[in-house]
């Protein structure tokens, strides 16, 4: 195989790679993206949020059995998928036993608008549940593991006689889900009537609110719905990926990121920001050490949002 | 204070309540030192004395970030980037080239000032959330930088040699001492910042950024002023713990731990106050330490829940953080007395005018103070302004009159530089101030007031119009002079005390007034002062303008109704669409079928010509 074509293999393998890794990226972005732009709220506990839900799917398959019911490949995504009315579930009690009593109205004559205790209110929970989950998990990393993991589907030849992609099973279809739930949200939030006042709201909050929305309701449904969203992400990286207590760190600056290249308070931005990161960290393996694929995200992230302030897909309402 | 005999007593007064909130500072600050020196002696064990010493280490960085973030309201994600270089920049000149940590914790202040400089000005051209998370990304990157240069796990070499000469003893007291000292150098800068100009400048940013522009404060330079001070405390913080660890590794000093660590000290302890991140660092770090050493083994994690759990149920109770919470508590016990002095219920804003004798018109051939030829600005397909001319005399209250939606709030926005224009030429003073920024236009002796009031609501009245004063002079009491000055311009002087936050549409709009005033501009625009208010106070409202006209401002105000204009204007402007439609005399306006029509429609300008 010539030079040429080993380099053609290479970046071929390393967009894939990207697109694999943006795809969930995407639908974690999604899930923080609708409690991010509802609320205005930066939460920093949805790392762990997301972890627990790591865990959740891993008990599902597990201790719960659909693992064993179910066989391993669909029971490790079904697994995936419940972890998103659990957490739901939960997101909604965090909402309504912390999270309301230092957002939304009754914070408005606090300094800065309260956003000062939302910081230190969720970095307290970041701290309860990451270190939570190491009484409860222990500290041995797990994974859902199925022969998924390790075995691979070949894409090609394409070009050439030799040159094809490798797709990981469990990767491959942990993005087909996450496809999935992201075009099903897509659909609820453009189609239904709770789906648009979440729209709304998130768009211009404060225009919903003089348009008849219940903020508190939209509140507590986007925490519930963003919990769940990164929650079922969380499930499908666990397919493939060990992970311990502290994963969640690992994966909030991601989702940041993410969401902030999007554009705050466009949901779908939020995927097309969390692809664009997968996307960044496997390209940037082919130029730099693997060491600096991570600079690199955060270099391509303070470009973009040095050239467009608003994001890639934000609106600027800036006004005198 | 060579001229103390002549400081009036209003003066005095000040500067006896400055010297006494000196002590009010100077007390706890000793009685802390004392009361820590003295555990710093009684303590023995060598756990609780690195404790000792990580409790102002935190603290330090916490001051830092309250300098930048509690301040100014930037918040940032990313102060681990100024700690981490501190902690590099001392390590690696220790390291590689035998430099003394003495030196180095001082160059590593200095590495984490310009750092603040590098990093605070291309990312103040974000704000609010995406600044925050956008500072995320600097220490961040430069942890993997670091990695992927081979500096993992660097370690201070031991120099039994000359153990004192490169900041190492035996015994661990000492480290505490430096801790201390460096904390209280910091602290010490804080309260300095917080009781002056720069303090109030960063207050005024975080409160209304417009507003503070338009005020003639320089918000980017006294934003990078911030961070290249907050960087700097930083840095030296960060080259100081690298000596108590010994090691440094990218993950303890550029991790998003440390950085989450500055905010959790601030707002903890209490957000915006210098002894805030103190309180925090106090209370908080024991804590850790105390659960570590007796859980964390036996049960890892339990320290990390009661910790977390303690933060949120301490920020449920006192969302700003303890300090604040206990001093409302103190305020609400005197409350009684306190309430009943301030704000007596007496009607403010009571100028006594004699009626109009004071002033006359300006002559037709008065010099021409502000010139605009041809202004245009567009936002997307909207033409907002377009090719707008007038001129504005010396003296003289010109009235700029037009149906909403004319575009004389923008036509102002242009003027005072909130917003640049399109095309066109501004002349003030036969000097153009085309393009120039908000606060400049205002050095330059143009003030403003909104037309949607912009008050700081949680500074007193007298530190609003003090903003405003900044830009007139560079001595702090001089500011307070000219505030007072302007408050009793407007009939304030009585009002000083209150939180701007509670007063009555009529008072924010005096208060406006005075902090436009309070700067000595030449050119005043006032934005439909009188909107919204009830017809005894836009009499009040009238009068007090004319008073500052008849002291030799040259007024330009923005009114959509005619009524009361025609009895204070000299001059009108009626702009339409973005055009001007008609200039002239109130009585030739008011007649110009043009004017009827855009204001009435049609067929009230056909009734008019009939």
């Given at each position: 195989?010539?030079?040429f074509?080993i380099?053609?293999?290479?970046?071929?393998?390393?967009?894939?790679a990207?697109?694999?890794?943006?795809g969930?990226?995407?639908l974690?972005?999604?899930?923080?993206g609708?409690?991010?732009?509802?609320?205005?709220?930066?939460?920093?506990?949805?790392?762990?949020?997301?972890?627990?839900?790591?865990?959740?799917?891993?008990?599902?398959?597990?201790?719960?059995?659909?693992?064993?019911?179910?066989?391993?490949?669909v029971?490790?995504?079904?697994?995936?998928?419940l972890?998103?009315?659990?957490m739901?579930?939960?997101?909604?009690?965090?909402?309504?036993?912390?999270?309301?009593?230092?957002?939304?109205?009754?914070?408005?004559?606090l300094?800065?608008e309260?956003?000062?205790?939302q910081?230190?209110?969720?970095?307290?929970?970041?701290?309860v549940?990451?270190?939570?989950?190491?009484?409860?998990?222990?500290?041995?990393?797990?994974?859902?593991?199925?022969?998924?993991?390790?075995?691979?589907?070949?894409?090609?030849p394409?070009?050439?006689?030799?040159?094809?992609?490798?797709v990981?099973?469990?990767?491959?279809?942990?993005?087909?889900?996450s496809?999935?739930?992201?075009?099903?949200?897509?659909?609820?939030?453009?189609?239904?009537?709770?789906?648009?006042?979440?729209?709304?709201?998130?768009d211009?909050?404060?225009?919903?609110?003089?348009?008849?929305?219940d903020?508190?309701?939209?509140?507590?449904?986007?925490?519930?719905?963003?919990?769940?969203?990164?929650?079922?992400?969380?499930?499908?990286?666990a397919?493939?990926?060990?992970?311990?207590?502290?994963?969640?760190?690992?994966?909030?600056?991601?989702?940041y990121?993410?969401v902030?290249?999007?554009?705050?308070?466009?949901?779908?931005?939020?995927?097309?920001?969390?692809?664009?990161?997968?996307?960044?960290q496997q390209?940037?393996?082919?130029?730099?050490?693997?060491?600096?694929?991570?600079?690199?995200?955060?270099?391509v992230?303070?470009?973009?949002?040095?050239?467009?302030?608003q994001?890639?897909?934000?609106?600027?309402?800036?006004?005198? | 204070?060579?001229h103390?005999?002549e400081?009036?007593?209003?003066?005095?007064?000040?500067?006896?309540?400055?010297?006494?909130?000196?002590?009010?500072?100077?007390?706890?600050?000793?009685?802390?030192t004392v009361?820590?020196?003295?555990l710093?002696?009684?303590?023995?064990?060598?756990?609780?004395?690195?404790?000792l010493?990580?409790?102002?280490?935190?603290?330090?960085?916490?001051?830092?970030?309250?300098?930048?973030?509690?301040y100014?309201?930037?918040v940032?994600?990313?102060?681990?980037?100024?700690?981490?270089l501190?902690?590099?920049?001392?390590?690696?000149?220790?390291?590689?080239?035998?430099?003394?940590?003495w030196?180095?914790?001082?160059?590593?202040?200095?590495?984490?000032?310009?750092?603040?400089?590098?990093?605070?000005?291309?990312?103040f051209r974000?704000?609010g959330?995406y600044?925050?998370?956008?500072?995320?990304?600097?220490?961040?990157?430069?942890?993997?930088?670091?990695?992927?240069?081979?500096?993992?796990?660097?370690?201070?070499?031991?120099?039994?040699?000359?153990p004192v000469?490169?900041?190492?003893?035996?015994?661990?007291?000492?480290?505490?001492?430096?801790?201390?000292?460096?904390?209280?150098?910091a602290?010490l800068?804080?309260?300095?910042?917080?009781?002056?100009?720069?303090?109030?400048?960063?207050?005024?940013?975080?409160?209304?950024?417009?507003?503070?522009?338009?005020?003639?404060?320089?918000?980017?330079?006294?934003?990078?002023?911030a961070?290249?001070?907050?960087?700097?405390?930083?840095?030296?913080?960060?080259g100081?713990?690298?000596v108590?660890?010994?090691?440094?590794?990218?993950?303890?000093v550029?991790?998003?731990?440390?950085?989450?660590?500055?905010?959790?000290?601030?707002?903890?302890?209490?957000v915006?106050?210098?002894?805030?991140?103190?309180?925090?660092?106090?209370v908080?770090?024991?804590?850790?330490?105390?659960?570590?050493?007796?859980?964390?083994?036996?049960?890892?994690g339990?320290q990390?829940?009661?910790?977390?759990?303690?933060?949120?149920?301490?920020?449920?109770?006192?969302p700003?953080?303890?300090?604040?919470?206990?001093r409302?508590?103190?305020?609400?016990?005197?409350?009684?007395?306190?309430?009943?002095?301030?704000?007596?219920?007496?009607?403010?804003?009571t100028v006594?005018?004699?009626?109009?004798?004071?002033?006359?018109?300006p002559?037709?051939?008065?010099?021409?103070?502000?010139?605009v030829?041809?202004?245009?600005?567009?936002?997307?397909?909207?033409?907002?302004?377009?090719?707008?001319?007038?001129?504005?005399?010396?003296?003289?209250?010109?009235?700029?009159?037009g149906p909403?939606?004319?575009g004389?709030t923008?036509?102002?926005?242009?003027?005072?530089?909130?917003?640049?224009?399109?095309?066109?030429?501004?002349?003030?003073?036969?000097?153009?101030?085309?393009?120039?920024?908000?606060?400049?236009?205002?050095?330059?002796?143009?003030?403003?007031?909104?037309?949607v009031?912009?008050?700081f609501?949680?500074?007193t009245?007298?530190e609003?119009v003090?903003?405003?004063a900044?830009v007139?002079?560079?001595?702090?009491?001089?500011?307070?002079?000219?505030?007072?000055?302007?408050?009793?311009?407007?009939?304030?002087?009585?009002d000083?005390g209150?939180?701007?936050?509670?007063?009555?549409t009529?008072?924010?709009?005096l208060?406006?007034?005075?902090r436009?005033?309070?700067?000595?501009?030449?050119?005043?625009?006032?934005?439909?002062?009188?909107?919204?208010?009830?017809?005894?106070?836009?009499?009040?409202?009238?009068?007090?303008?004319?008073?500052?006209?008849?002291?030799?401002?040259?007024v330009?105000?923005?009114e959509?109704?005619?009524?009361?204009?025609?009895?204070?204007a000299?001059?009108?402007?009626?702009?339409?669409?973005?055009?001007?439609?008609a200039?002239?005399a109130?009585?030739?306006?008011?007649?110009n079928?043009?004017?009827?029509?855009?204001?009435?429609?049609?067929?009230?300008?056909?009734?008019?010509?009939?």
């Amino acid at each position: 195989m010539s030079d040429f074509l080993i380099n053609v293999e290479n970046v071929l393998q390393a967009l894939s790679a990207g697109i694999l890794l943006g795809g969930i990226y995407g639908l974690m972005c999604v899930g923080l993206g609708i409690i991010f732009g509802v609320m205005r709220v930066i939460n920093f506990a949805q790392g762990d949020l997301m972890m627990i839900g790591m865990y959740c799917a891993f008990y599902l398959f597990s201790a719960a059995g659909l693992g064993t019911v179910l066989g391993p490949e669909v029971g490790a995504i079904v697994a995936a998928l419940l972890t998103g009315p659990i957490m739901y579930a939960f997101g909604l009690v965090l909402h309504r036993f912390l999270i309301s009593r230092v957002t939304g109205v009754r914070v408005a004559s606090l300094e800065g608008e309260g956003h000062y205790a939302q910081l230190i209110l969720t970095l307290g929970m970041a701290l309860v549940l990451s270190n939570g989950g190491l009484l409860l998990f222990g500290s041995t990393p797990v994974s859902v593991r199925s022969s998924l993991s390790s075995s691979a589907w070949e894409l090609g030849p394409l070009v050439g006689d030799y040159v094809s992609i490798f797709v990981n099973k469990a990767r491959g279809i942990a993005l087909l889900v996450s496809l999935a739930v992201a075009a099903g949200l897509y659909v609820f939030i453009n189609r239904s009537r709770l789906g648009k006042s979440l729209k709304a709201a998130a768009d211009n909050p404060e225009a919903a609110i003089y348009m008849g929305i219940d903020v508190d309701k939209a509140h507590r449904m986007a925490f519930g719905i963003g919990t769940a969203i990164t929650a079922i992400a969380g499930g499908l990286v666990a397919t493939y990926y060990p992970f311990q207590p502290y994963v969640g760190l690992e994966f909030v600056i991601v989702m940041y990121a993410g969401v902030v290249l999007g554009g705050l308070g466009s949901i779908i931005g939020a995927f097309w920001g969390g692809m664009i990161i997968g996307l960044v960290q496997q390209l940037a393996t082919l130029v730099l050490p693997t060491q600096l694929q991570n600079t690199a995200v955060f270099v391509v992230f303070l470009l973009v949002v040095f050239l467009r302030p608003q994001g890639l897909f934000g609106v600027n309402v800036t006004r005198a | 204070m060579t001229h103390q005999s002549e400081t009036p007593p209003a003066e005095v007064a000040r500067g006896a309540s400055r010297r006494k909130s000196m002590r009010s500072w100077l007390l706890p600050l000793l009685g802390f030192t004392v009361v820590y020196l003295a555990l710093v002696a009684l303590v023995r064990n060598q756990y609780y004395q690195l404790m000792l010493t990580l409790v102002p280490v935190w603290a330090t960085l916490g001051i830092s970030w309250n300098i930048l973030s509690g301040y100014s309201g930037l918040v940032s994600f990313g102060h681990a980037a100024f700690f981490g270089l501190g902690a590099y920049t001392l390590t690696i000149l220790f390291v590689f080239f035998g430099i003394t940590p003495w030196v180095g914790v001082f160059a590593a202040g200095g590495v984490g000032a310009l750092a603040g400089l590098v990093i605070g000005y291309p990312t103040f051209r974000l704000r609010g959330h995406y600044f925050a998370l956008s500072m995320l990304a600097y220490p961040l990157a430069l942890l993997y930088v670091f990695e992927w240069l081979g500096l993992q796990e660097v370690s201070l070499p031991m120099r039994r040699d000359a153990p004192v000469a490169f900041m190492q003893f035996s015994d661990n007291r000492i480290y505490t001492l430096i801790a201390l000292c460096i904390m209280i150098a910091a602290l010490l800068a804080s309260l300095r910042i917080e009781r002056s100009r720069f303090g109030m400048s960063l207050l005024a940013i975080k409160q209304n950024e417009i507003a503070a522009e338009a005020a003639g404060i320089n918000t980017f330079t006294w934003k990078l002023r911030a961070i290249v001070v907050s960087g700097l405390i930083a840095g030296m913080i960060g080259g100081f713990y690298a000596v108590v660890l010994l090691v440094v590794t990218p993950q303890t000093v550029f991790g998003m731990l440390t950085s989450a660590q500055a905010l959790i000290m601030a707002l903890f302890g209490g957000v915006g106050s210098a002894w805030g991140p103190v309180v925090g660092a106090a209370v908080l770090i024991p804590l850790t330490e105390i659960l570590h050493a007796e859980l964390g083994d036996k049960i890892p994690g339990i320290q990390g829940v009661v910790l977390g759990a303690a933060i949120i149920m301490t920020i449920l109770y006192a969302p700003e953080g303890i300090l604040w919470r206990v001093r409302d508590l103190l305020r609400k016990r005197q409350a009684g007395v306190a309430d009943r002095q301030i704000g007596d219920g007496k009607a403010s804003g009571t100028v006594t005018v004699e009626p109009d004798a004071a002033r006359r018109a300006p002559p037709a051939d008065a010099p021409t103070l502000l010139d605009v030829q041809g202004l245009a600005k567009s936002f997307g397909g909207l033409k907002a302004v377009q090719d707008v001319s007038f001129s504005v005399r010396e003296g003289e209250i010109l009235g700029i009159i037009g149906p909403n939606g004319a575009g004389k709030t923008t036509l102002f926005n242009l003027l005072n530089g909130v917003i640049s224009p399109d095309t066109g030429r501004i002349t003030f003073q036969g000097e153009s101030i085309f393009g120039l920024s908000a606060n400049a236009i205002c050095s330059r002796g143009i003030g403003r007031t909104f037309q949607v009031v912009r008050p700081f609501p949680r500074l007193t009245v007298l530190e609003n119009v003090v903003i405003g004063a900044f830009v007139a002079t560079d001595n702090d009491d001089d500011a307070y002079a000219q505030a007072r000055k302007a408050l009793a311009r407007v009939g304030m002087e009585r009002d000083e005390g209150l939180l701007a936050g509670g007063l009555t549409t009529k008072q924010l709009r005096l208060l406006e007034l005075a902090r436009a005033l309070a700067g000595n501009p030449k050119l005043l625009l006032l934005d439909e002062t009188l909107a919204g208010l009830g017809s005894d106070a836009v009499e009040e409202m009238l009068a007090v303008i004319r008073n500052v006209a008849a002291e030799g401002a040259t007024v330009v105000i923005i009114e959509h109704t005619m009524h009361a204009m025609v009895r204070l204007a000299d001059r009108f402007v009626v702009l339409d669409h973005g055009t001007v439609l008609a200039e002239g005399a109130p009585e030739e306006v008011t007649r110009n079928p043009n004017v009827i029509e855009a204001y009435l429609g049609k067929k009230w300008s056909a009734h008019a010509r009939a």
